[in-house]
């Protein structure tokens, strides 16, 4: 029996979710995404899925956006997207499930660290460039740009309202921006465009339940489930191989 409606609506119902709740969650996305596409083009699946939440955000926050701190990271964003399109474009799909699985268990440790050990990279002179690269860079190739990027602009000091405009406004230009690398390379086109299309009523569904469950789940109880479940997603594809 083919279940990859079944996968494909579940990473969908995660993105809603996390889009509308506490964030974070893009790295689970894909490895549910890959149980039904197994390899790259799975990120041709999960690109418009993010575009539509990212217009919808947009919509939603459009007020009280820093220009400033977005005309910093996209240039960098775009550096990194590109160099990241390289890398797609080079390795075969066994080599990227591996790539894949060992830099989520990287981005979750470099989590943990930040924890208890907080770095002042973020409020140097440099740190749009590096924000803006590595997660161009990593958006690319796992969708997980989230946590880092959410570090950035914590540093920057904003109101409450112009971090969340600001952040709608960002992912929706880094992601129209992937777009064109992920079309180069054959990943997104009318097949994945249809696997998109299987998942958008579990996509506003998890919309719904991010936005009902938020108000009563605390942060550390859904940090706590986020990362067990990026743990048990890093370990499938790291012991996951293609016949």
Not at 61 to 83: D, E
Not at 209 to 221: D, N, P, R, T, W
Request: proline letters at 4%; hydrophobic letters at 55%.
């Amino acid at each position: 029996m083919d279940l990859s409606w079944l996968f494909i609506s579940l990473a969908c119902l995660v993105t809603g979710f996390s889009k509308f709740s506490i964030g974070g969650l893009g790295l689970i996305i894909l490895p549910l995404m890959m149980l039904a596409f197994p390899g790259p083009e799975a990120l041709g699946v999960i690109a418009p899925i993010y575009l539509l939440t990212d217009l919808m955000a947009v919509v939603t926050y459009r007020n009280n956006v820093n220009w400033r701190v977005l005309a910093k990271l996209i240039p960098f964003g775009a550096v990194g997207i590109f160099a990241g399109t390289l890398v797609l474009g080079s390795i075969n799909p066994s080599t990227f499930v591996t790539v894949l699985g060992g830099l989520i268990l990287a981005l979750l440790a470099l989590s943990l660290w930040l924890d208890y050990h907080p770095l002042p990279i973020f409020t140097n002179r440099y740190a749009a460039g590096i924000a803006g690269t590595v997660c161009g860079f990593t958006g690319i190739l796992a969708n997980a740009a989230g946590p880092l990027m959410g570090l950035f602009l914590i540093e920057q000091k904003m109101e409450k309202s112009a971090y969340i405009a600001t952040r709608a406004w960002i992912f929706l230009t880094l992601n129209v921006m992937k777009l064109f690398g992920l079309i180069s390379l054959g990943l997104l086109n009318m097949e994945t465009l249809q696997g998109s299309a299987v998942g958008l009523p579990a996509l506003f569904l998890g919309m719904f339940l991010g936005h009902k469950l938020f108000a009563v789940i605390s942060v550390e109880q859904l940090k706590l489930i986020v990362r067990g479940a990026i743990s048990l997603s890093a370990a499938h594809l790291l012991f996951f191989r293609s016949n």
